[in-house]
């Protein structure tokens, strides 16, 4: 079994894929002092909670956070036997190369979605993924990750709102029943609900306005389904994408041998 790891700016998520579906998926937060003994106690905790037989052969890394990536490898190495794949590293190869300015360094969960995107939508995409920064990656008729825009994710915003302004308090994330609030919290929910929906049109918009070719826009990261009540922001919701894009790379450097 493969076992793909996801390691974000907030949170890591581990899913066991048997080659046709995902058993489960934990969450935890990203931590870069946590121990490979650490992961594996709450690795092993959970699995045997869910009552999982899992025996993982192989493992997949994508982490926005270099320094989570060592304890990582030892926690798959001491307890699985496999030395993991590392999305970026040298060896491990992507299905399609990106088509960026030479010696640019291009995140590895996007083009994890970029390779989960395109195995199931085809080319000619914009991946919007609602994470702690909020990307757009657009993906080439080839399924080449061919560049994007990167804006400030939703609750960031929200926290440097809140820190700014110390007035202002803390909210969750909804969608107001309309624009013009009536007080504090209807007037920062509208701004930041519909200040979301309004960037990702006015920059799926202006990406279109760049292509040669028709788009669609795929959604996906914890908030995707919230803001896709507004004004019909995406032709289709991916709530797996990155993990998915994880076993389609996975998949891509075994059969390479």
């Not at 106690?41 to 994508?62: M, N, R």
């Not at 929910?189 to 990406?207: P, T």
């Not at 795929?218 to 009540?229: D, E, K, N, S, V």
Request: hydrophobic share 40%; net charge negative.
């Amino acid at each position: 079994m493969l076992l793909a790891i996801d390691c974000g700016n907030t949170n890591t998520v581990f899913s066991i894929w048997d080659g046709e579906r995902f058993l489960c998926t934990l969450r935890t937060s990203t931590h870069h002092a946590r121990t490979a003994d650490a992961y594996f106690t709450w690795f092993s905790t959970l699995v045997k909670h869910y009552g999982i037989e899992a025996d993982i052969t192989d493992v997949i890394i994508s982490s926005t956070v270099p320094r989570v990536v060592y304890n990582l490898r030892v926690f798959t190495d001491r307890f699985f036997g496999c030395r993991p794949m590392v999305v970026g590293r040298p060896d491990c190869a992507l299905p399609v190369e990106p088509h960026v300015d030479e010696g640019t360094l291009v995140g590895p969960d996007r083009l994890v979605n970029t390779a989960g995107a395109y195995d199931r939508h085809g080319g000619d995409l914009i991946v919007v993924d609602f994470g702690t920064a909020t990307t757009f990656d657009v993906v080439g008729h080839d399924g080449a990750y061919v560049g994007g825009a990167i804006a400030p994710g939703v609750n960031l915003s929200l926290e440097a709102l809140h820190m700014a302004a110390a007035a202002l308090p803390h909210i969750d994330v909804t969608k107001p029943d309309h624009a013009i609030g009536t007080n504090t919290l209807d007037c920062m929910q509208s701004g930041i609900f519909w200040g979301y929906v309004g960037l990702v049109q006015g920059v799926c918009s202006r990406i279109r306005s760049e292509f040669d070719r028709p788009m669609r826009i795929i959604g996906t990261g914890g908030l995707a389904p919230l803001f896709a009540q507004g004004e019909g922001l995406f032709d289709v919701i991916e709530d797996d994408l990155t993990m998915h894009g994880l076993t389609v790379i996975h998949a891509h450097n075994k059969k390479k041998g």
